[in-house]
């Protein structure tokens, strides 16, 4: 019997055991053409996409359903790959999920992660919210199953009384890739907060976890908001060796009105340098026009990875 037959059939019949599951590592096949590589977020998106918990919708703007968005991005942006945000979601009814996984297959194409947020501190000391946010980042695994997406990006909320925490958010994570791993989707943490989601910090809990089913999500511009160009690359670099099958680009960030900027050129040859083979997810934040900026993130990553 081949591995991959028996491990589907021992988990079918629930004999394997917590550390056999945990032990399991996750089998993605990515493609290796460059445009095949690379993704559209839809938070870039968000002032127009309708959707009762989406706080950013522009109303001046003309709106779009989630369900909308996989056929502009292949229509406008000729890319199959997308990356819905939690938020933008209407609801995670199974009738819902069924609809929007439909509308992903009509337009020829996929999912390639789903950055969510669980609404709890994973590091709060009250155990309670610790398991509302367990509890909620599960409902988004089993989603991302429905979907058909290999991943969710799952984000460290912070506590106003308490500093972020490894051993209390490793204990909470430790759950949620278990969950991830008996579902064979991967559990990411994104380099975002610069306070509770600072990469070293991260990459403390990745390692205090030890389950290859709890991955990094690179961010190329997100640790430069601290205005350390050595700090960002430094995280990046530190990120990318635990990331596995996703990452966000972006040329630039805007923060109070001032802009930061990252060589793009630079950061993919440090995912390189990595060993990476994952997708490269488009997340403008330089500017007004998501379509515009998109296009420009696209054509700059093309490039990159064609050289």
């Given at each position: 019997?081949?591995?991959?037959?028996?491990l589907q059939?021992?988990?079918?019949?629930?004999?394997?055991?917590?550390?056999?599951?945990?032990?399991?590592?996750?089998?993605?096949?990515?493609?290796?053409?460059?445009r095949?590589?690379?993704?559209?977020?839809?938070?870039p998106?968000?002032?127009?996409?309708?959707?009762?918990?989406?706080?950013?919708?522009?109303?001046?703007?003309?709106?779009?359903?989630?369900k909308?968005?996989?056929?502009?991005?292949?229509?406008?942006?000729?890319?199959?790959?997308?990356?819905?945000?939690?938020?933008?979601?209407?609801?995670?009814?199974?009738?819902?999920?069924?609809?929007?996984?439909e509308?992903?297959?009509?337009?020829?194409?996929?999912?390639?992660?789903?950055?969510?947020?669980?609404?709890?501190?994973?590091?709060d000391?009250?155990?309670?919210?610790?398991?509302?946010?367990?509890?909620?980042?599960?409902?988004?695994?089993d989603?991302?199953?429905?979907?058909?997406?290999?991943?969710?990006?799952?984000?460290?909320?912070?506590?106003?009384?308490?500093?972020?925490?490894?051993?209390?958010?490793?204990?909470?994570?430790?759950?949620?890739?278990a969950?991830?791993?008996?579902?064979?989707?991967?559990?990411?943490?994104?380099?975002?907060d610069?306070?509770?989601?600072?990469?070293?910090?991260?990459?403390?809990?990745?390692?205090?976890?030890n389950n290859?089913y709890?991955?990094?999500?690179?961010?190329?511009?997100?640790?430069?908001?601290?205005?350390?160009?050595?700090?960002?690359?430094?995280?990046?670099?530190?990120?990318?060796?635990h990331?596995?099958?996703?990452?966000?680009?972006?040329?630039?960030?805007?923060?109070?009105?001032k802009?930061?900027?990252?060589?793009?050129?630079?950061t993919?040859?440090?995912?390189?340098?990595?060993?990476?083979?994952?997708?490269?997810?488009?997340?403008?934040?330089?500017?007004?026009?998501?379509?515009?900026?998109?296009?420009?993130?696209?054509?700059?990553?093309?490039?990159?990875?064609?050289?």
């Amino acid at each position: 019997m081949h591995r991959r037959s028996f491990l589907q059939t021992a988990l079918a019949a629930g004999v394997i055991g917590k550390r056999s599951l945990m032990a399991a590592e996750p089998h993605l096949q990515f493609p290796a053409e460059p445009r095949a590589r690379l993704g559209v977020a839809s938070y870039p998106f968000r002032a127009f996409i309708d959707s009762p918990h989406n706080r950013e919708r522009d109303r001046q703007k003309p709106g779009m359903e989630l369900k909308d968005f996989p056929k502009m991005v292949r229509e406008r942006l000729n890319l199959r790959n997308i990356e819905p945000l939690g938020e933008h979601f209407r609801s995670l009814e199974p009738a819902y999920l069924h609809e929007l996984r439909e509308a992903v297959e009509k337009a020829g194409s996929q999912v390639i992660n789903i950055p969510v947020s669980v609404h709890a501190s994973l590091y709060d000391p009250d155990a309670s919210k610790r398991q509302l946010g367990i509890d909620n980042s599960k409902k988004w695994v089993d989603a991302a199953v429905m979907l058909g997406s290999p991943s969710i990006r799952v984000h460290i909320q912070g506590s106003r009384s308490f500093e972020p925490d490894v051993e209390r958010t490793a204990e909470s994570l430790r759950t949620v890739a278990a969950h991830g791993a008996a579902k064979n989707i991967l559990v990411n943490l994104e380099n975002d907060d610069p306070k509770t989601e600072d990469a070293f910090f991260l990459v403390k809990v990745i390692q205090a976890v030890n389950n290859p089913y709890l991955r990094a999500l690179p961010d190329f511009c997100n640790s430069m908001l601290k205005g350390d160009e050595k700090y960002n690359y430094d995280s990046v670099r530190a990120m990318f060796r635990h990331a596995y099958n996703i990452s966000h680009t972006k040329d630039s960030e805007i923060e109070g009105g001032k802009v930061f900027r990252v060589d793009v050129a630079r950061t993919f040859r440090i995912a390189k340098e990595a060993g990476y083979k994952g997708y490269f997810s488009m997340e403008w934040e330089g500017g007004p026009d998501p379509y515009e900026g998109t296009q420009k993130l696209i054509n700059e990553s093309l490039r990159a990875l064609s050289a």
